[in-house]
């Protein structure tokens, strides 16, 4: 249940978008802090909570997500791609994580619920990389990927503007419920993956 199975797809999907960002003169990089931006924007649009900071906020998620497929695209096209590059896109998307959710907890004042959330959001990430760092692949699968997560976040800010509770809880707060239970099982079905394949 991961949408970075369709990276090529994504990948064709871009090509109109990479070659509009050349003619502009963009860098990847500031294609990675254009996309932190938005997600600082669509935070502060969670944390005001009413229905509209909903909606902008679903709308700057979809976009965070599409820079951070536009950045990689655009450092092969160029040719730039590099570590220092790499590095800066990592930390970018692990803050845009951080305040993306903290806006969503702070909003329906879920601060526990945001902070189990959060944990499960970057161990997956670090559980993803870190098996890169000991000579395996980079880890993308599992049950709940970035991709999964921003794709979440923004259907669930469109439904807060018109069915913002189910089952007597707010949607924001089965959300973070989800990202909290199933980030973590998607870190240790990561960590299983990487523990297998270099115990073998």
Do not use: C, K
């Not at 092969?76 to 590059?85: E, F, P």
């Not at 794709?151 to 439904?159: P, Y």
């Not at 419920?177 to 960590?191: E, I, K, P």
């Amino acid at each position: 249940m991961t949408l970075d199975r369709l990276r090529p797809l994504a990948d064709r999907a871009l090509r109109p978008f990479v070659a509009g960002s050349v003619r502009l003169g963009l860098t990847p990089d500031v294609v990675s802090v254009i996309a932190f931006v938005l997600a600082v924007g669509a935070a502060i649009g969670f944390y005001r909570a009413t229905p509209l900071a909903y909606v902008v906020g679903a709308l700057l998620v979809f976009l965070n997500g599409w820079l951070d497929l536009l950045d990689g695209a655009l450092a092969r096209q160029l040719a730039v791609d590099s570590r220092a590059g790499d590095l800066l896109d990592h930390v970018l998307d692990r803050y845009a994580d951080v305040v993306i959710v903290g806006g969503l907890a702070a909003g329906i004042e879920g601060y526990a619920l945001g902070f189990l959330s959060v944990t499960g959001v970057l161990l997956t990430s670090y559980l993803g990389t870190q098996a890169e760092a000991v000579g395996l692949t980079r880890e993308y699968g599992g049950l709940l990927g970035r991709a999964d997560r921003l794709a979440l976040v923004g259907v669930t800010g469109l439904a807060m503007a018109i069915v913002p509770r189910v089952a007597g809880m707010s949607l924001v707060a089965w959300l973070l419920v989800l990202f909290a239970v199933v980030g973590h099982l998607t870190a240790l079905q990561r960590f299983w993956g990487a523990w297998r394949d270099l115990s073998s």
